[in-house]
Nanobody, 131 residues
């Protein structure tokens, strides 16, 4: 089955930038990474898990939560089986564990931030924004 591993989290000060990665591996024979839509979610202590950004399987469609629009950029490199989330102008309220999630995309344009839509999740990477 598909496996996802997040990396790149850490401690940064408000206003700084960070790029986190989601690397996919172990896909079943006959399946390739570019057939999966990917999304980033985050969860802060005591808070509900929320969608942050998504990207369609080809990268042609992206979406962002209102709270991160203009600051975060999602991208993917299908040759490297990796999705990135570039986070700029980070705020303390961005502090959370960030998870990536994947779902096989048979629509060719899937880009949603609904957690129930995703079957495979990574272990998460901690992002802390604090002075």
């Amino acid at each position: 089955q598909l496996q996802l591993v997040e990396s790149g989290g850490g401690l940064v000060q408000p206003g700084e930038s960070l790029r986190i990665s989601c690397a996919a591996s172990g896909a079943a024979s006959g399946f390739t990474f570019n057939y999966y839509a990917i999304a980033w979610f985050r969860q802060a202590p005591g808070k509900e898990r929320e969608g942050v950004s998504c990207i369609s399987r080809t990268g042609g469609r992206t979406n962002y939560a209102d709270s991160v629009k203009g600051r975060f950029t999602i991208s993917r490199d299908n040759a490297k089986n990796t999705v990135y989330l570039q986070m700029n102008s980070l705020k303390p309220e961005d502090t959370a564990v960030y998870y990536c999630a994947a779902v096989f995309d048979f629509t060719q344009a899937m880009c949603v931030l609904t957690k129930g839509s995703f079957a495979t999740w990574g272990q998460g990477t901690q992002v802390t924004v604090s002075s």
